[in-house]
C-alpha cells in the first residue's frame, strides 16, 4: 500500500481520490524538523500546502517519488535537491487562476471606488457628506499592465477586457502572438510601468524578479495609478511602497502576499486607507480549494499508478528530471 503525507489540509475532496486508489493517507499539522523527518521517512508521496521541506528534511526520506504541491508557487520547496534526486514536483496548474483573477478585480475596483471610505460614511450617519469624499474612478478604458501572461495573467486580461480596458502586458517568456490573440498589447516593463493605470503581478519570485517593484519604478508610476500583488511578497519592495504611499507618488495598493507573512505589526503598511490587504487568501475560495484539493491528489495518484492520465504540464521539473511518460 503506498503512504501520502498531508502537510497541512486539505478538503475533502481530494481524499476521496486517494481513498479510491487505495493509499494510506495522513496529515501532518506540526512542522518541527523533528517530527517531519520521523513522519515522512517512508513516504511514497508529499502533499503540501505552506510548509517548508528543505534538504534536511528532504534527504531523510527512502522511497519519496514525488512532492505534490497544493497550489502553484513552490519557493518553500529545496526543488534543487528533488531535481539531484530525480523526484518530480507537481503543482495545481489549472485550479486557482479563476480566484486569484477574481480578488484582483475586486481590490481594483474597492481602490478605484475608494469603498472603505464611503461605507465608513454612511456607517456614521454621514450619508449627507458624501459631496466631500475623494474622487473615485471608473475602470472603464483604462490601461491594465499584467506582469506575466500564464493562466492568471490570461484570466485577468480576459476579465479586464469585459471592462472595456486597454490591456498591456510583459512577459518575456511568452509569444507576442500569444499575446496579441488574446486581444492584448505586448508591451516592454520600462513602458508598462509609465502608462499604466493599474498593474497587477503575477510572476515568480527569484534572484530577477526581487524588488522589481521600487523607488525608481514607482516614481516613473502615474499618481492614479494602483498596484496589485498576489503573486509573491518581495516582488515589490514594501519600504519603497510604504515611502509611494507616503508621498502620494501612487494613488493605492492591493496587497495579498508580503515579504514576511503574517507582516509585521508595527509595520506601517497597516496605517493607510488606501491600500486593501488580504492574508494571502486570493486562491482560498471554496471552489478553488476543491479544485486544489482533487488536483493535488490526482497529481499523486495519476503519477504512482496511472501515468497515462498525469497532467504532465503540472510537472515543473520535467525537464530538468528527465521525466518520460
Given at each position: 500500500?503506498?503512504?501520502?503525507?498531508?502537510?497541512?489540509?486539505?478538503?475533502?475532496?481530494?481524499?476521496?481520490?486517494?481513498?479510491?486508489?487505495?493509499?494510506?493517507?495522513?496529515?501532518?499539522?506540526?512542522?518541527?524538523?523533528?517530527?517531519?523527518?520521523?513522519?515522512?521517512?517512508?513516504?511514497?508521496?508529499?502533499?503540501?500546502?505552506?510548509?517548508?521541506?528543505?534538504?534536511?528534511?528532504?534527504?531523510?526520506?527512502?522511497?519519496?517519488?514525488?512532492?505534490?504541491?497544493?497550489?502553484?508557487?513552490?519557493?518553500?520547496?529545496?526543488?534543487?535537491?528533488?531535481?539531484?534526486?530525480?523526484?518530480?514536483?507537481?503543482?495545481?496548474?489549472?485550479?486557482?487562476?479563476?480566484?486569484?483573477?477574481?480578488?484582483?478585480?475586486?481590490?481594483?475596483?474597492?481602490?478605484?471606488?475608494r469603498i472603505n471610505i464611503t461605507q465608513k460614511l454612511i456607517k456614521n450617519n454621514d450619508f449627507n457628506k458624501r459631496n466631500s469624499l475623494p474622487d473615485f474612478f471608473e475602470i472603464f478604458e483604462k490601461k491594465i499592465f499584467i506582469l506575466g501572461f500564464g493562466r492568471i495573467g490570461k484570466i485577468v486580461a480576459k476579465r479586464c477586457l469585459g471592462f472595456d480596458c486597454k490591456v498591456y502586458v510583459y512577459d518575456p517568456f511568452?509569444?507576442?502572438?500569444?499575446?496579441?490573440?488574446?486581444?492584448?498589447?505586448?508591451?516592454?516593463?520600462?513602458?508598462?510601468?509609465?502608462?499604466?493605470?493599474?498593474?497587477?503581478?503575477?510572476?515568480?519570485?527569484?534572484?530577477?524578479?526581487?524588488?522589481?517593484?521600487?523607488?525608481?519604478?514607482?516614481?516613473?508610476?502615474?499618481?492614479?495609478?494602483?498596484?496589485?500583488?498576489?503573486?509573491?511578497?518581495?516582488?515589490?519592495?514594501?519600504?519603497?511602497?510604504?515611502?509611494?504611499?507616503?508621498?502620494?507618488?501612487?494613488?493605492?495598493?492591493?496587497?495579498?502576499?508580503?515579504?514576511?507573512?503574517?507582516?509585521?505589526?508595527?509595520?506601517?503598511?497597516?496605517?493607510?486607507?488606501?491600500?486593501?490587504?488580504?492574508?494571502?487568501?486570493?486562491?482560498?475560495?471554496?471552489?478553488?480549494?476543491?479544485?486544489?484539493?482533487?488536483?493535488?491528489?490526482?497529481?499523486?495518484?495519476?503519477?504512482?499508478?496511472?501515468?497515462?492520465?498525469?497532467?504532465?504540464?503540472?510537472?515543473?521539473?520535467?525537464?530538468?528530471?528527465?521525466?518520460?511518460?
Amino acid at each position: 500500500m503506498k503512504k501520502i503525507a498531508i502537510l497541512g489540509s486539505m478538503h475533502s475532496d481530494g481524499y476521496k481520490i486517494f481513498e479510491s486508489a487505495g493509499f494510506d493517507f495522513f496529515e501532518i499539522k506540526d512542522f518541527k524538523t523533528e517530527i517531519l523527518t520521523k513522519s515522512i521517512e517512508n513516504v511514497d508521496g508529499i502533499a503540501i500546502r505552506t510548509a517548508k521541506l528543505n534538504t534536511n528534511i528532504l534527504k531523510k526520506c527512502k522511497n519519496l517519488k514525488i512532492v505534490a504541491r497544493h497550489g502553484v508557487g513552490f519557493d518553500n520547496i529545496d526543488i534543487n535537491f528533488l531535481n539531484e534526486k530525480k523526484i518530480p514536483l507537481a503543482i495545481t496548474g489549472t485550479a486557482n487562476a479563476i480566484s486569484v483573477a477574481e480578488h484582483v478585480m475586486t481590490m481594483f475596483l474597492y481602490l478605484s471606488k475608494r469603498i472603505n471610505i464611503t461605507q465608513k460614511l454612511i456607517k456614521n450617519n454621514d450619508f449627507n457628506k458624501r459631496n466631500s469624499l475623494p474622487d473615485f474612478f471608473e475602470i472603464f478604458e483604462k490601461k491594465i499592465f499584467i506582469l506575466g501572461f500564464g493562466r492568471i495573467g490570461k484570466i485577468v486580461a480576459k476579465r479586464c477586457l469585459g471592462f472595456d480596458c486597454k490591456v498591456y502586458v510583459y512577459d518575456p517568456f511568452v509569444n507576442k502572438k500569444i499575446i496579441e490573440e488574446n486581444n492584448c498589447i505586448s508591451i516592454d516593463f520600462e513602458e508598462g510601468i509609465k502608462i499604466a493605470d493599474y498593474i497587477t503581478i503575477h510572476i515568480p519570485l527569484n534572484n530577477k524578479t526581487t524588488n522589481l517593484i521600487s523607488r525608481e519604478q514607482f516614481l516613473k508610476m502615474k499618481s492614479n495609478c494602483i498596484i496589485v500583488n498576489t503573486a509573491r511578497g518581495g516582488i515589490i519592495n514594501e519600504d519603497d511602497l510604504i515611502w509611494a504611499l507616503e508621498n502620494k507618488i501612487i494613488y493605492g495598493a492591493g496587497l495579498d502576499v508580503y515579504k514576511y507573512e503574517p507582516p509585521k505589526l508595527n509595520s506601517k503598511i497597516f496605517n493607510f486607507d488606501n491600500i486593501l490587504l488580504t492574508p494571502h487568501n486570493a486562491a482560498l475560495t471554496l471552489e478553488c480549494r476543491k479544485r486544489m484539493s482533487v488536483e493535488t491528489c490526482e497529481n499523486i495518484t495519476h503519477f504512482l499508478n496511472e501515468s497515462s492520465k498525469l497532467n504532465v504540464s503540472n510537472i515543473v521539473n520535467k525537464s530538468l528530471i528527465n521525466l518520460n511518460i
